[in-house]
């Protein structure tokens, strides 16, 4: 399984973009990368996922380079409703491997007045 | 998630105790999972089902066990609960699809 390294914390202001880098050098050819939105004594949930290039939402985007070893979620002009821990997993989505998803330690947004 | 639903949300429970937390689907689902998480950190895999004659450990599977009654429930136990027991709860489903889709979870308390 392909380990991923985020930055513990990231703060912002409400109306600006906000970048949270994933780093995933040891990802395989069949993975896949997917964040999950996590806020406080809830069930993480599913915000976007990718392969390669670009992909885009009604709630986000994310960036994929062509080696794939990182991806980026983007979130477009914050709100408070955004402060909330993001979770960026790789695996293979398309076989049973992927059912042993990693959760690692998320990255905390705090988003501010 | 009202799709995903677990019992109870919250329990306090002392050691020694046997405790079992319930989470039942509607979405039909053939996946099911299990996770704990601790404060501050990200959710740990403790079982997982494809099937119901399906189940497999996760990476924290020791001191619990489970079982698959049906397709729509899956079952956690804890034998015999101990304090660093103590965290948070989440079951998941996962369908032919890619996403998981999570209960509200149970705050479990041993004391």
């Known amino acids: 399984l392909a380990k991923t390294t985020q930055p513990i914390s990231m703060d912002s202001y409400e109306g600006q973009e906000v970048n949270i880098t994933c780093s995933h050098n040891n990802i395989a050819t069949n993975d896949y990368i997917t964040w999950y939105q996590q806020f406080p004594s809830q069930g993480p949930r599913f915000i976007i996922q990718g392969y390669k290039t670009k992909v885009t939402n009604e709630v986000a985007s994310l960036f994929i380079p062509a080696d794939r070893k990182s991806s980026t979620l983007s979130l477009p002009r914050v709100s408070l409703s955004d402060t909330a821990v993001y979770y960026c997993?790789?695996?293979?989505?398309?076989?049973?491997?992927?059912?042993?998803?990693?959760f690692g330690g998320g990255t905390r947004l705090m988003v501010k007045p | 998630d009202a799709d995903v639903t677990q019992t109870p949300r919250n329990r306090i429970t002392k050691t020694g105790k046997r405790i079992m937390l319930e989470c039942s689907q509607t979405?039909?689902?053939?996946?099911m999972y299990w996770y704990r998480q601790d404060p501050g950190l990200g959710l740990r895999l403790i079982y997982y089902?494809?099937?119901?004659?399906?189940?497999n450990k996760g990476e924290i599977s020791d001191g619990y066990s489970v079982s698959r009654q049906a397709q729509a429930k899956f079952s956690l136990s804890l034998e015999s609960a101990i304090p660093n027991q103590t965290a948070l709860y989440f079951c998941?489903?996962?369908?032919?699809?890619?996403?998981?889709?999570f209960g509200p979870g149970t705050r479990l308390t041993v004391l």
């Open positions: 979405k039909g689902h053939d996946r």
């Open positions: 089902s494809f099937d119901v004659k399906d189940i």
């Open positions: 998941a489903t996962r369908g032919t699809g890619d996403t998981q889709y």
């Open positions: 997993l790789v695996g293979d989505m398309g076989s049973n491997a992927g059912n042993m998803l990693t």
